[in-house]
């Protein structure tokens, strides 16, 4: 059935849902980090070291994407200037990029 455009807006909202749920669902999950982190021997963790609560991972993927999506990746430019390499939606979502060799 043509749907005329209509459907266009939904069928992009969803679309945009997809990698928010994969990046949010695999750091909030068991190994606190997306497949690629875990290639590079990463995890993200919150401040106090524990794994994030999926709350925590929604507001860093968020983040991650509003900033990445305004900005056209220079808000990665933070990193440079700030003094622990940390980007800024780690820094707001309160989360720490860690090696996982460290912590064990």
């Known amino acids: 059935m043509l ?3 209509l459907l266009g807006p939904g069928l992009w909202f969803l679309f945009g849902l ?3 749920a994969y990046h949010t669902l695999l750091v909030g ?3 606190s980090a997306t497949l690629g982190m875990r290639l590079l021997d990463l995890e993200l963790r919150s401040w106090d070291g ?3 609560v999926f709350l925590q991972a929604l507001a860093h993927a968020a983040l991650f994407y509003l900033t990445v999506g ?3 990746c220079l808000i990665l430019l933070f990193a ?3 003094r622990r390499s940390r ?3 780690d820094v707001l979502s309160g989360m720490l990029m860690v ?3 460290g912590l064990a």
């Open 87 to 89: 980007t800024l939606h």
């Open 70 to 72: 305004a900005t056209g």
């Open 29 to 31: 999950g068991r190994h």
């Open 18 to 20: 997809i990698p928010l």
């Open 50 to 52: 524990e794994r994030p």
């Open 80 to 82: 440079l200037i700030n």
């Open 99 to 101: 090696r996982s060799s």
């Open 3 to 5: 749907s005329f455009g």
